[in-house]
T-cell receptor, first 113, second 111 residues
Framework: EAQVTQNPRYLITVTGKKLTVTCSQNMNHEYMSWYRQDPGLGLRQIYYSMNVEVTDKGDVPEGYKVSRKEKRNFPLILESPSPNQTSLYFC????????????FGAGTRLSVL | SQQGEEDPQALSIQEGENATMNCSYKTSINNLQWYRQNSGRGLVHLILIRSNEREKHSGRLRVTLDTSKKSSSLLITASRAADTASYFCAPKETSGSRLTFGEGTQLTVNP
């Protein structure tokens, strides 16, 4: 079954404790992306990747890191999480560029205390 | 990068009625996509309309695109309680390689 898998689904952590949210897709998609969703602000892109070893900043990259060492995986790293990073995070992938149909993961709800 | 602006922000209708949501954008596009999100879940693609198309249908969904007005609309006919969700439009700019999403329209269909 074609899917984008994010883990964990829920995470509560404390300020400053490094964490990684994993994202994996099984569709051999070139493009992968991370978004955060906050009430009243919609869905905002954090980082995206056009292919292996190619990443670029989205609209709100501050405080986040990503890597794309393999085509299927695109982890989101928060080196020193802060309470303003409490949010609902989504990973998405698509064939080719980001302009094609995107497939979303189920989401990761992160709380930073 | 541009994003679509959905209107209205919220819409509440009775089951069986039609629901219309609108999207406006600012620059020229290759395509425009509509997505649906059930509460707290990942977005699901509904329909893609290319810049050279004016109308597209998929089941109870009808999407129109007017590139001269830089606007699109999503019509859901004979709505059901299960259509309750947020709906997002995502224009794909001619220049640039990514989609951007707005705040969406929250549709509530009352049984």
């Amino acid at each position: 079954e074609a899917q984008v898998t994010q883990n964990p689904r829920y995470l509560i952590t404390v300020t400053g404790k490094k964490l990684t949210v994993t994202c994996s897709q099984n569709m051999n998609h070139e493009y992968m992306s991370w978004y955060r969703q906050d009430p009243g602000l919609g869905l905002r892109q954090i980082y995206y990747s056009m292919n292996v070893e190619v990443t670029d900043k989205g609209d709100v990259p501050e405080g986040y890191k990503v890597s794309r060492k393999e085509k299927r995986n695109f982890p989101l790293i928060l080196e020193s999480p802060s309470p303003n990073q409490t949010s609902l995070y989504f990973c998405a992938s698509s064939r080719g560029t980001g302009g094609n149909i995107q497939y979303f993961g189920a989401g990761t709800r992160l709380s930073v205390l | 990068s541009q994003q679509g602006e959905e209107d209205p922000q919220a819409l509440s209708i009775q089951e069986g009625e039609n629901a219309t949501m609108n999207c406006s954008y600012k620059t020229s596009i290759n395509n425009l996509q509509w997505y649906r999100q059930n509460s707290g879940r990942g977005l699901v693609h509904l329909i893609l309309i290319r810049s050279n198309e004016r109308e597209k249908h998929s089941g109870r969904l009808r999407v129109t695109l007017d590139t001269s007005k830089k606007s699109s609309s999503l019509l859901i006919t004979a709505s059901r309680a299960a259509d309750t969700a947020s709906y997002f439009c995502a224009p794909k700019e001619t220049s640039g390689s990514r989609l951007t999403f707005g705040e969406g329209t929250q549709l509530t269909v009352n049984p």
